[in-house]
């Protein structure tokens, strides 16, 4: 199943209900990863622009572009990235992809 990462960060509000009312976000998380066919693989809090991401598996690009709407539909996140990842297999496959293919360049 294809993986992403998603970088958040939320907004000062949602940062103030966290607060008053601490939670584990990756139970709300996982259960609507686990209602469109998606698993959550991690998330962890982090400091700098972003303030946390998560790593999951959704079926295709579909579904992850569903999940990352319905996450952030609620308002609490101000900002997201999401970048597809792929593993040191898939890449070497893209790889070899791209060493036998040819494109001429601008002028050429």
Request: no cysteine; glycine share 10%; aromatic share 12%.
């Amino acid at each position: 199943m294809p993986l992403y990462m998603s970088q958040f960060a939320y907004t000062k509000e949602a940062w103030a209900a966290l607060a008053q009312n601490p939670e584990d976000r990756s139970v709300a998380i996982g259960e609507l990863l686990e209602s469109m066919g998606g698993r959550l693989v991690s998330l962890y809090f982090t400091f700098g622009e972003y303030d946390g991401f998560v790593v999951f598996e959704a079926p295709d690009n579909n579904r992850a572009a569903t999940f990352i709407l319905a996450a952030i539909s609620p308002g609490h996140i101000k900002e997201i990235k999401t970048t597809p990842a792929f593993a040191p297999e898939e890449a070497r496959e893209f790889m070899r992809d791209a060493g036998s293919a040819t494109f001429r360049g601008p002028g050429g």
